[in-house]
């Protein structure tokens, strides 16, 4: 159980181009999604929670309309780079918790490693 | 601003050597410290712990936490070569977000 999936895996693409990337919940329902951000040897950034029905919650720093998150149904939840950058070439990875159990324990997708030319 | 200290930031041991990796954190309204392994992709989830003094453990692993210290620790013990991660410490506390730490860089060598 608690199973989360994440498309792409790896997105090469040009600078200026956009770029969607998908988070979904496959065996349970995921009111909150978060999405992280993770250099080379180093630790998970917390970019943003993303709320199922409204708008996600940033960390500061995070800039809103580059990173674009939108969590339509309670198993989707989807970040866009917009007009990336070479400096956004990072790994991107998502989580949901699964509420129903009031738990703190997030489970992670795979992981999107994106690089930008 | 929340925080997570792991250390040590790496660690070199040989095939069934016995580990103890170490957590601290300073997290707001603390609920729950979590550990989890991560390898070359996401990382996957190993413990939760929410209570002073119990230890949780499977297979090879255990981990406990004091709340009392704002320490938690993961042993692991007999390692194998397939253990060699990164360990990540995580402190969770309001809205349900998790800090994590650095993480150790566990490597075992045969």
């Known amino acids: 159980g608690a199973v989360v999936s994440q498309h792409p895996s790896r997105v090469i693409c040009k600078s200026g181009t956009s770029v969607k990337i998908e988070c979904r919940s496959l065996d349970f329902q995921a009111t909150t999604m978060f999405w992280y951000r993770q250099f080379p040897k180093q630790s998970l950034m917390l970019m943003a929670t993303s709320n199922e029905g409204s708008k996600a919650t940033y960390e500061q720093g995070v800039e809103k309309d580059k990173f674009l998150i939108n969590h339509a149904s309670l198993t989707l939840s989807t970040l866009t780079v917009t007009s990336a950058h070479p400096e956004d070439s990072s790994f991107y990875i998502c989580s949901a918790n699964d509420r129903a159990g009031y738990t703190d324990t997030q489970y992670f997708g795979p992981g999107t490693r994106l690089t930008v030319l | 601003e929340d925080k997570v200290v792991q250390s040590p930031l790496s660690l070199v041991v040989h095939e069934g050597d016995t580990v103890t990796l170490n957590c601290s954190y300073e997290v707001t309204n603390f609920r729950s410290l979590l550990w989890y392994k991560q390898e070359k992709k996401a990382p996957t989830f190993l413990f939760m712990l929410t209570s002073s003094g119990i230890e949780k453990k499977s297979g090879r692993l255990s981990s406990i936490l004091d709340k009392k210290e704002l320490f938690s620790i993961l042993n692991i013990t007999a390692t194998q070569t397939g253990d060699s991660a990164v360990y990540l410490c995580?402190?969770?506390?309001?809205?349900?977000?998790?800090?994590f730490g650095k993480g150790t860089l566990l490597t075992v060598n045969p």
């Open positions: 995580a402190g969770g506390g309001s809205n349900y977000k998790l800090t």
